[in-house]
Each structure stands twice: as C-alpha cells, then as structure tokens.
C-alpha cells in the first residue's frame, strides 16, 4: 500500500471535501505548510525594497501557502484544480486571487508579467496520467513553458516536491531546462529522512549569478551530527543528480542506514564514554527474521 | 477575483492567438477593502494594459478611470491612486463568465472564481 496520494486517485477526486476539510484542521498539516511556504519563498530571493511583488501560488488549493505569501506583504494569484480546496480557501478568506485550472494545461496568462511563482507539493502531480488523454510529458511541456513565458525576466520559480524516485525528479527537471529556465535542486537536510525538504529553484532567463543555485539548508553538520561534507561552502547544495550518492551500491540496513553511518554512530557513542557493542563483520547487517 | 487577475489573465484554448482581454459578464460585483499601497500600484502601472482596465472597471460599475492609458506623471496624483487602486484591488467579480474574445467560449464565475478548466478538445 502506498501513502503517496498521488498514486492514489487524480488531484481533483483526491482532494475532495473531506480530504481539504481535513488539510485545514490538522494544525501539523498547516505547520508543515506554512514551513514549506516560507522557505519557498525565502528561495525566490525577491528584491529587499519592501515593494509588494505580484506572485503565483500554484496548486495554491486550501490557501495555506497564500497566507505566507500575503504576511510577507505581497499580492498572489492561485491555481488549483481541486474546487473543493478552493472553497476551503474561500471560507479561510484568503487575500489572493482563486482560479480553478489546471497546470498541466499550461497557464493562460499574459506573457512577462509575473514576479515570481511558489508551488508546495503539487509538481509531483503532472507525472500521472489520470486521464486516457493525459500524457505526462506533454503536460509537462505545457506546464513549464507557460510559466517561463509568463514570469518576467530573471524572475524565479521555486517547487517544493516530493518526487517518488530519481527518475521522476530528473523528468521534471529535464522539461524545466527545456522550457529555458535554469536552475537546481536545493535539498534541505538531506541526511535526514525527517526533516529531508526538496526544492527545485528555477530562474527566468539565462544563467548568470542570480541564477546560481541557493544553499541548502542542514548541510552544515550543525544539525546533523554525522555529516562529513562540512566547511566548503560548494558542497553546500545537493544538485540534482544524485549520481554522487550510489544507492544501490551501499548495503541498507532496514532502517535505510549504511554500514558506514553505523560505524560513525557507534565511534561517536564511544566518545562520548557510552557502552557500545564492539564493529565485527555482522555490524549493520539485516537480521534474519526468526521463526 | 479582481481586476488585477482579470488583467493578466487570457483564454488559453489551443488555436487561439489573441486570447486577450477575456471579456467580462458581470451579474454580481462586490465591493472589498484591501490597504493603499503605492509603491505596489507605481510597480503594476507599467504592466497594466490600461484599456482592458478601464474597460474592465466600466462593466464592473466603476467608470471613473481614463479610457486613454495616462502619463505616468498621474503617479504623483493621489486621487488618480485612489482610482486606479479601487479599481485595480478592491472590484471583484462574484458571478458571471469570463468570455474569450476570439471563440466565445464562456468561463464561469462562481463565488469569485473562474473556472478555467479546458475540455479534452480544447487543449
Ligand atoms: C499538497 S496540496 C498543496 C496545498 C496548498 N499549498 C495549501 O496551502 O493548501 C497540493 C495541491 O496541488 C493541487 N494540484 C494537483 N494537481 C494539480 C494540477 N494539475 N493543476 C493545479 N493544481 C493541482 C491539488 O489540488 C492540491 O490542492
């Protein structure tokens, strides 16, 4: 069984009445997004002059997002295609403008006006074909090349999203490029599973310095002790291809953690006077399952 | 939805060139208040396509700005502010259609909110 909604039934069949009623109420839901929102919006790097930028919501569906982009003091204007998200949005009385629509229909909106656009965990959608009409990668295209021709120049996109495996974020980085953004993927503590927050950083235009990928947050070993890659502030952004991290080759303990992590663990536990079991060749092994 | 969105947004349907101003049919407009802010009006002058504005602004009962775009000397005027921001910020479309200027096809407003929605053959 898979929690990834996603997989589970077409955005605007998921997100009914009862599933946006329950988006609101959960105060971990709403935490969550305002978290995610506020670093999206921190990511587009908008100018420090205190003028209100006119920026995009997409997917912006219960208004959660919407309400970090109005307390920063800017206008948005939101898509979604769940109407039942959007009444929800109504009845918090959110400042933005609501459409109902559909991204993957490509955004019908007049071209280089827009200042910036977030969108929280809603790309991932576009890689389904819930319909026998869909075909992901055309709503891909339509996608990413309306919104590169709506945004002004050097105008930037940020996604939160949460890609069900390399090849899916690869394919929706590919029809970025395409479309002529550049840009990067922004992994937030990427060592761990928890706190682990994926942003796809997209800019308008060709590549210069406002187009250098932004830091990533975590990747300091301040928060995660058994970080390694610490002090040079280039490693500080994990780039999109993952290729550096060879999954397959590591052996995963159930837990997903590998034989070198457990080592670390064990050697820092040491340190700190704390008995501990000691490294043989059966260290970070799976267990047998017993009868 | 307020004139600011109506006057960014166009008729997407595929074949269409000119799919913009959508035109507006208005059976309910309401009146919401939203905080003067200048330097947001003097940052949308430049993008605003002034005739679909006033345009707009007439249908929705509000025929108080120049038909012809003004100099952007006006900016200094509070008054021209006051109008522009009203018209820009404050009218919203409750109900009604939204209708593309090259097909006739109607997008309908309800509660505020344009459903944009193409059909199969429409995308
Ligand atoms: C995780 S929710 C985000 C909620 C939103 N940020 C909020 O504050 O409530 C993802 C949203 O993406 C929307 N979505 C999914 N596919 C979409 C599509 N093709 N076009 C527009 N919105 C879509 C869903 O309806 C849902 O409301």
């Known amino acids: 069984m898979s929690s990834r909604p996603e997989l589970q039934a077409p955005p605007e069949i998921f997100y009914d009445d009862v599933e946006a009623r329950k988006y609101t109420s959960s105060s971990r839901i709403v935490g969550i997004q305002a978290e995610l929102s506020e670093r999206a919006l921190e990511l587009l790097a908008l100018p420090d002059d205190g003028i209100p930028r006119l920026l995009l919501d997409i997917g912006c569906g219960s208004g959660l997002s919407g309400e970090t982009i109005s307390e920063n003091g800017h206008q948005w204007i939101g898509l979604d295609i769940s109407r039942s998200m959007l009444d929800v949005a109504l009845e918090r009385e959110t400042d933005g403008d609501l459409i109902l629509g559909d991204m993957g229909q490509g955004l019908g909106l007049r071209p280089g006006l827009i200042d910036g656009a977030i969108s929280i965990s809603a790309v991932q959608w576009l890689c389904n074909a819930d319909k026998s009409c869909h075909e992901p990668r055309l709503r891909l295209k339509a996608f990413f090349g309306s919104l590169y021709r709506c945004l002004g120049r050097g105008a930037r996109a940020v996604f939160q999203l949460y890609p069900e495996n390399n090849a899916q974020r690869e394919l929706i980085l590919s029809f970025a490029m395409r479309a002529g953004f550049a840009g990067g993927v922004v992994i937030d503590y990427p060592h761990s599973s928890k706190k682990r927050k994926e942003y796809l950083v997209l800019t308008c235009g060709p590549p210069s310095l406002s187009t250098a990928t932004p830091r990533a947050k975590g990747e300091d070993g301040s928060s995660c002790s058994d970080d390694e890659s610490s002090g040079d502030e280039e490693n500080q952004t994990v780039c999109i291809s993952d290729r550096h991290r060879p999954r397959k080759k590591q052996k995963l303990t159930k837990k997903g953690k590998t034989r070198a992590w457990v080592l670390k663990k064990k050697e820092k536990m040491r340190s700190k006077g704390n008995v501990v079991p000691p490294d043989s060749k059966y260290t970070a092994r799976k267990r047998k399952a017993h009868f | ?123």
């Open chain 2, 1 to 123: 939805m307020r004139l600011l969105t109506h006057n960014m947004l166009s008729s997407n349907i595929k074949g269409v060139i000119n799919g913009f101003p959508l035109r507006i049919e208005a059976e309910r407009v309401v009146e919401k208040q939203v905080d003067f802010n200048p330097d947001f009006l003097k940052n949308m002058f430049s993008k605003i396509d002034w005739k679909a504005l006033a345009d707009a602004s007439k249908i929705m009962g509000y025929p108080e700005l120049p038909d012809e775009l003004p100099d952007s000397s006006l900016l200094d005027s509070d008054e021209f502010l006051h109008k522009f921001h009203h018209a820009l910020l404050e009218l919203h479309l409750e109900e009604g259609a939204l209708v593309c200027p090259e097909t006739g096809r109607r997008f309908p407003v309800n509660k505020g909110i344009p459903n944009m929605l193409l059909h199969e053959d429409e995308v």
